[in-house]
Nanobody, 117 residues
Framework: QVHLVESGGGLVQPGGSLRLSCAAS????????MGWYRQAPGKQREFVVE???????NYAASVKGRFTISRDNALNTVYLQMNSLKPEDTAVYYC???????????WGQGTQVTVSS
């Protein structure tokens, strides 16, 4: 049973934009904080951003001001708008879902984002 399905990755030039989407099962989406992590080759998975069910957001310093997370509660979908992309943003991006005060317990399959000229 697939709970989180991501889409929207691809190849973009530095300075460009991409929007990622993550569709979730309703039973997960309504009660969990939704987020995005990323993993670059040879590196550990790192936190990018998350949004609580009440809309409160938390961003990693490396993406603050460039990335925007939003959630559509009617569609059970969370979005990540990525602007001013840099080569160091290149990674596989994973959607996540977690209960308050817990680590993520659901993960998407990952979507590749490549920033290169």
């Amino acid at each position: 049973q697939v709970h989180l399905v991501e889409s929207g990755g691809g190849l973009v030039q530095p300075g460009g934009s991409l929007r990622l989407s993550c569709a979730a099962s309703e039973s997960i989406f309504s009660t969990r904080t939704m987020g995005w992590y990323r993993q670059a080759p040879g590196k550990q998975r790192e936190f990018v951003v998350e949004v609580r069910s009440d809309g409160l957001t938390n961003y990693a310093a490396s993406v603050k001001g460039r990335f925007t997370i939003s959630r559509d509660n009617a569609l059970n979908t969370v979005y990540l708008q990525m602007n001013s992309l840099k080569p160091e943003d290149t990674a596989v991006y994973y959607c996540s879902a977690r209960r308050p005060w817990e680590s993520p317990d659901y993960w998407g399959q990952g979507t590749q984002v490549t920033v290169s000229s």
